[in-house]
């Protein structure tokens, strides 16, 4: 089993999923009302991008259980 850590930067990490949630649903809402401009493949790839970059920066800590 795998647990991420990210690093000790006093942001409080449930309300940060919390908020992380709301962008990225308000980039679908977004992408919706405005017609489908993009492709799904490309939001897609974007939608990835946004989600690992901030995992990026986490540590992976792999546990046996």
């Given at each position: 089993?795998?647990?991420?850590?990210?690093?000790d930067?006093?942001?409080?990490?449930?309300?940060?999923?919390?908020?992380?949630?709301?962008?990225?649903?308000?980039?679908?809402?977004?992408?919706?009302?405005?017609?489908?401009?993009?492709?799904?493949?490309?939001?897609?790839?974007?939608?990835?991008?946004?989600?690992?970059?901030?995992?990026?920066?986490?540590?992976?800590?792999?546990?046996?259980h």
């Open positions: 089993m795998e647990e991420i850590i990210y690093p930067d006093g942001i409080n990490h449930e309300l940060f999923t919390i908020y992380s949630l709301h962008a990225l649903l308000g980039i679908v809402f977004h992408w919706v009302e405005n017609g489908f401009r993009y492709t799904p493949d490309y939001m897609q790839e974007q939608l990835v991008r946004l989600i690992t970059k901030r995992q990026a920066s986490a540590a992976i800590l792999r546990t046996h």
